[in-house]
């Protein structure tokens, strides 16, 4: 299964010790990688320089789905069905690991070490309910402060008592930015909660992405430690510091997800593997040279 899985690995780790040269395995390598990286960037952004989820959120969101598109479609034109594969195992792996994670983190909250509803906290910076930045707003639920409270309206003056102009204009920006933080009905919370799950899903899918790209099926130990030690100190360095208890919890969520993209991504790609060369006994994947000599 080893020879298998050596053979049809087209990682970029792979292409760099094979020699590959050719833009038709570099390109769409390239796009997906780039995918996976701008996909969950806008957080970063958010909350290290202030520039709002809502805004750049969807745009970064949609540029990560059309390289990823552009990606496969690059791939299949060259004939590269072992890439279209590994991206569809990413989708699938990341999923399974992304709902690992959940488990950890809905658990943890339940037993009210981790007080962060992180899918909700996306939703709400998504569709402009959270100031941008604001490390505090980010851990709100943490110190049982929520948006609401957080930007609670001034209290009316005299002057607003008489209905002065003046003083209607003068407030009417604080009572703008008060409304974003009123509460909101079930119906909106849901699509709130929907909205952010969605993209936490999805940022999930990039980073089982990055993985695969970097390293493909033959690195699939080194899935827990290019989580714990990789992406989760880059989430660390994004959202600010965390309670012991909670970093230790988030960690051991993270370790899993990377225990569940390894054993999946593993198991499915050297599947393939093992059905190609069994099917095709004796068949060497070409090589860059032999493509040239052909």
């Known amino acids: 299964m080893a020879t298998a899985t050596d053979k049809l690995d087209d990682s970029i780790f792979n292409g760099f010790r094979a020699g590959r040269t050719f833009i038709d395995f570099w390109l769409p ?24 989820m809502s805004i750049i959120g969807p745009i970064f969101w949609l540029a990560s789905i059309l390289l990823t598109v552009a990606s496969v479609a690059l791939a299949r034109r060259a004939g590269d069905k072992r890439f279209v594969w590994l991206v569809i195992v990413a989708f699938l792996a990341g999923y399974m690991a992304t709902a690992t994670y959940d488990s950890s983190r809905v658990a943890g909250i339940s037993a009210g070490v981790v007080a962060m509803d992180e899918a909700l906290d996306f939703g709400r910076r998504l569709r402009g309910q959270v100031a941008p930045g604001g490390h505090g707003s980010m851990h709100a639920d943490e110190h049982e402060v929520g948006p609401e409270r957080e930007q609670a309206p001034p209290a009316p003056s005299p002057a607003d ?16 930015h008060a409304a974003e933080h009123e509460p909101v009905s079930s119906l ?27 390293f493909g099926a033959r690195g699939w130990k080194w899935a827990i430690p290019y989580l714990v030690l990789v992406i989760y100190p880059g989430m660390v360095f994004a959202m600010g510091s965390h309670t012991i208890a909670n970093f230790i919890w988030e960690a051991v969520g993270h370790a899993g997800f990377g225990l569940t993209l390894g054993i999946a991504s593993s198991a499915l790609l050297a599947s393939d593997a093992g059905q190609r060369s069994g ?4 068949v060497e994947v070409p090589t860059d040279a032999s493509r040239k000599e052909q």
């Not at 008592?161 to 703008?176: K, N």
């Not at 919370?189 to 990039?206: E, K, N, P, Q």
């Open 29 to 52: 390598r390239i796009l997906a990688l780039g995918a996976s990286v701008i996909g969950p960037l806008p957080l970063v952004l958010d909350l290290k320089w202030s520039v709002s």
């Open 161 to 176: 008592a008489h209905g002065s102009a003046a003083s209607s204009e003068e407030h009417q920006p604080e009572a703008e």
């Open 188 to 214: 909106s919370s849901g699509a709130t909660v929907a909205l952010g799950y969605a993209w936490h899903y999805w940022s999930g899918i990039m980073f089982s992405l990055s993985f695969l790209v970097l």
């Open 279 to 282: 099917s095709r006994p004796g």
